[in-house]
RNA sequence: GCCGCGUUCGUCUAGUGGCCUAGGACGCCUCCCUCUCACGGAGGAAAUCAUGGGUUCAAAUCCCAUACGCGGUACCA
């Protein structure tokens, strides 16, 4: 049976290197019919941050990456939280002590910090000098009855090396020399990552380690730590980094990193899902598909295609993506357009423009494009329809380009009021469009110079909908009653 | 510094020795649609496959060096 996890620790919100990751060890058990476990990993007491677990919940049920066991749902492998599972650590880190592949140490920080800077002022890799495995027994029992602060370090093994098949990277290893004594056991009793995540990776029976590739350099670490408690190694695969534009590690300075920045948005799950399940993995062959729903992912997704190399989190590409899912849930979404449409923007919009809901719902059906891509700017997009009164720029009426001029705009606009009089109703948009052409034809205007006119009489702005659909929208009175004050004011 | 990992259009990528005069997507540009913007449609520019050596009849694909980038180098994860 498959098991892979997902272990952030609780320092805010989800990375969206976080939700990848997540992402990659989900797809991965679900494709393979194994379980997929969330845990909390919060040993550093000082960057906990209250609240985190919750949002961490609540961010990935966004996303629906659902999880088989978890700190919320419980589990055969409960608690799964690392704070509630101290004593287990410590259990484990006496057996190495007494095992001898863990030691005592002592030393002070101001030691450690001279220390390394001697190493360093001597071109040497920082390293723990191994001081305190020279004490012997007595003295270190004696310290330990004094309660001196001491730290538990991991005992690299002298010589050798240590390797392993990385499902992503193939064969690596690294020399024993250039590892570190790790801290295993911290002076406040709690485990580091390196420890607790090992012990808990074991009881917690995950088969695949799928985590980023900062972690890359720590695995001998971890396969020595199995190796000394004489347990099963996992498979291990490092994904690759998502970047930066200028291709560092993916940060705040640059731009969002919370999940919860991109759904605040207006980002749909979806879009974010599909976009980020492509940054470093393809399915391969000779697809051209772009969009995927989460069960094709997991359908197609295997981790011998991941790419090693880091992608850059490309902003643009996203909300190409993001544009892809509107539209296919709004298509997918049942009822009629016109009630998809005011439900998409409701909570965008200020109750007392949702008074006349017909009226509204007419507006929005002629700003459908703008309003689907961004629902969250719904208001922008149908304000000149909610003003008492439309302010024309002159400046604006006269367009060169249009070849409108102040005397063709108040002709086109005298003629076009004459025409719209004739209705009685604006009901139809085809009719009112006939009618208008037959006003072009009769001044012998270009389209443009009766109907540019008309755009700005009607909604004071540059940038609208068709002036059919304005009409339509607006309705008689309301369109006559703009096109008048205009035409007063020229 | 040391250790490790990586390197195909600006970006995400296809590609596992001949089908590659290197394909797709985003973005960009042009045109079409057109009363503006957007949507939509059709084209286009864009990678000497990091560089230099090999191996081979044949290399983006295999090997070696170099360069560059990134990650790690904590009582953070």
Not at 129 to 143: N, V, Y
Not at 325 to 338: M, N, Q, S, Y
Not at 386 to 393: G, H, M, R
Not at 435 to 442: G, N, S
Request: charged share 30%; proline share 5%.
């Amino acid at each position: 049976m498959i098991r892979t996890r997902f272990p952030p620790s609780p320092t805010g919100y989800l990375h969206v290197g976080g939700l990848r990751t997540a992402l990659y060890n989900y797809l991965f058990a679900r494709k393979n019919g194994g379980k997929f476990i969330f845990r909390v990993e919060d040993t550093d007491q000082k960057r906990a941050v209250a609240g985190a677990v919750e949002n961490l919940i609540e961010t990935l049920k966004w996303a629906s990456l659902t999880y088989d066991e978890g700190p919320d749902i419980g589990g055969p492998h409960a608690p799964y939280v690392q704070s509630e599972r101290t004593e287990l650590y410590q259990k484990y880190a006496q057996e190495l002590v007494k095992k001898g592949a863990a030691y005592h140490c002592f030393c002070t920080a101001e030691r450690l910090y001279e220390m390394r800077k001697n190493q360093e002022a001597k071109k040497m890799a920082p390293k723990y000098d191994r001081h305190c495995l020279r004490l012997s027994p007595a003295e270190i029992q004696e310290k330990l009855n004094q309660k001196i602060s001491s730290v538990i370090r991991q005992k690299i093994p002298e010589g050798g090396k240590t390797g392993w098949n990385d499902l992503v990277r193939g064969q690596v290893s690294f020399a024993h020399e250039t590892i570190d004594d790790q801290v295993l056991i911290k002076s406040d009793n709690f485990p580091t990552y390196h420890l607790a995540n090992v012990v808990d990776d074991h009881n917690m029976e995950i088969t695949h380690v799928i985590r980023g590739e900062e972690w890359l350099s720590s695995t001998p670490k971890h396969i020595l730590l199995y190796e000394a408690f004489g347990w099963k190694i996992p498979e291990f695969a490092h994904l690759p980094l998502l970047l930066n534009k200028d291709r560092s590690k993916l940060s705040k300075r640059q731009g969002d990193v919370a999940v919860e920045d991109y759904r605040k948005k207006g980002y749909l799950p979806e879009a974010m899902i599909n976009f980020v399940a492509l940054l470093g993995w393809h399915p391969g062959g000779d697809s051209t598909q772009e969009i995927f729903t989460l069960e094709e992912l997991v359908e197609k997704f295997s981790i011998e295609k991941v790419h090693k190399a880091g992608a850059v989190f490309d902003l643009e590409k996203l909300d190409w993506m993001n544009w892809q899912w509107r539209k296919r849930k709004f298509d997918e979404l049942p009822g009629e357009t016109p009630q998809k449409l005011f439900g998409l923007c409701e909570a965008f919009l200020p109750d007392e423009w949702k008074k006349d809901k017909e009226f509204l719902q007419r507006c929005l059906a002629t700003v459908q494009e703008k309003v689907l891509q961004e629902p969250q700017k719904a208001q922008e997009h149908l304000g000149f329809y909610f003003k008492n009164s439309v302010a024309v720029d002159p400046a604006l009426l006269a367009n060169p380009k249009m070849k409108v001029d102040l005397p063709t705009a108040k002709k086109s606009l005298e003629a076009a009021m004459k025409a719209l009089e004739s209705f009685e109703k604006f009901d139809d948009q085809e009719a009112l469009k006939a009618k208008l052409m037959e006003v072009v034809a009769q001044l012998g205007f270009k389209n443009g110079q009766v109907l540019w006119p008309m755009r700005v009489a009607l909604t004071g702005e540059a940038f609208s909908p068709g002036v059919f659909e304005v009409l339509w929208a607006l309705g008689k009175e309301m369109a006559l009653n703009r096109l008048k004050i205009a035409l007063k004011n020229l």
